[in-house]
């Protein structure tokens, strides 16, 4: 079974920014696809970005398209999430996953396994 743990969010104004982590209990990390979502209250949860196992190929959600980073350290089993110019529309609870699918997935339905989530408010 793998864990996930998310950590890093937290209250910003308008055009901050906050980098968000996610650690993954198990060594076989290194293996698989990578992503972030997130939920805002009344919404459905929607993709935000991904990684493939090797950190070189990432995809993003238009909306986040040059504001947000996703990377990752398979020497720590994490992945981060570096989010600039947060908008109020970013507010979300924020999750990480993980998928056994090949390649870089967008449906929350394609991921195996999911972090607690950590909250993400933006005032304006």
């Known amino acids: 079974q793998v864990q996930l743990v998310e950590s890093g969010g937290g209250l910003v104004q308008a055009g901050g920014s906050l980098r968000l982590s996610c650690a993954a209990s198990?060594?076989?990390?290194?293996?698989?696809?990578m992503g972030w979502f997130r939920q805002a209250p009344g919404k459905e949860r929607e993709f935000v970005a991904a990684i493939r196992w090797s950190g070189g190929y990432t995809d993003y959600a238009e909306s986040v398209k040059g504001r947000f980073t996703i990377s990752r350290d398979n020497a720590k089993n994490t992945v981060y999430l570096q989010m600039n110019s947060l908008k109020p529309e970013d507010t979300a609870v924020y999750y990480c996953?993980?998928?056994?699918?090949?390649?870089?997935?967008?449906?929350?339905?394609?991921?195996?396994?999911w972090g607690q989530g950590t909250q993400v408010t933006v005032s304006s």
């Open positions: 198990r060594r076989t990390f290194s293996s698989y696809t």
């Open positions: 996953a993980q998928t056994r699918r090949v390649g870089l997935r967008s449906s929350p339905s394609d991921y195996d396994y």
